[in-house]
């Protein structure tokens, strides 16, 4: 059965660093997403991408983060310089679709701990 | 932005118990996912309700979509100690993106 990959499954990093969290979505999907779950709490929009360029985004997803879709097969998340508070699982998302019924399926996650 | 609410926020069980979990909003939902998340792990699609009124089952899991599309719930026959998890209901409210209740934390003990 097919399903989002995500490497790496744990990172970790220094304050002001940037990191890369990387993605493969299912094969056939054409919206991507990120989400992010800060521990014991809710599961977070991040962004959605489609057709190469940012579709919607939420307050969190502000300058210091970034989307891409480098070849045809990855999708990455790229922060800039991690900040203490950006440590947090990070989830990413893909669907055929967007319509009222479309269906995410979801990554294992990247757990990104900033020190 | 609107809100998902879903209840109880922790339920104990015995093994063969049955249950029930809600989540409703004050808004009408486009439609309804059911994810369950395992710790450690992305949330797994369980189901997605469409329509008002709508059943569905999986095996031991019956899930229902309220009349006005504001609420929804999850039914557990028999439950097992594999259901234990976090369960967590997500919506596209009209015009918005991808929102996610709170999570009811079940823990069922052998």
């Known amino acids: 059965e097919p399903e989002v990959t995500q490497t790496p499954s744990h990172q970790v990093t220094q304050m002001g660093q940037e990191v890369i969290l990387r993605c493969v979505p299912i094969s056939n999907h054409l919206y991507f997403y990120w989400y992010r779950q800060i521990l014991g709490q809710k599961v977070e929009f991040l962004v959605s991408f489609y057709n190469n360029e940012i579709s919607e985004k939420s307050e969190i997803f502000d300058d210091q983060f970034s989307v891409e879709r480098p070849d045809g097969s990855n999708f990455t998340l790229k922060i800039r310089s991690t900040k203490l508070e950006d440590s947090a699982m990070y989830f990413c998302?893909?669907?055929?679709?967007?319509?009222?019924?479309?269906?995410?399926?979801f990554g294992p996650g990247t757990r990104l701990t900033v020190t | 932005t609107q809100l998902l609410e879903q209840s109880p926020q922790f339920l104990s069980i015995q093994e063969g118990e049955n249950l029930t979990v809600y989540c409703n909003s004050s808004?009408?939902?486009?439609?309804l996912q059911w994810y369950r998340q395992e710790p450690g792990e992305g949330p797994v699609l369980l189901v997605t309700?469409?329509?008002?009124?709508e059943v569905k089952k999986l095996k031991r899991l019956t899930f229902q979509f309220g009349d006005a599309r504001k609420d929804s719930s999850l039914h557990i026959t028999a439950a097992q100690t594999g259901d234990t998890g976090l369960y967590l209901c997500a919506t596209t409210f009209y015009g918005q993106n991808f929102v996610f209740g709170p999570g009811t934390r079940l823990s069922v003990l052998p």
């Open positions: 998302a893909s669907s055929e679709g967007h319509s009222r019924s479309y269906e995410q399926y």
């Open positions: 808004s009408v939902f486009s439609s």
């Open positions: 309700v469409v329509t008002g009124g």
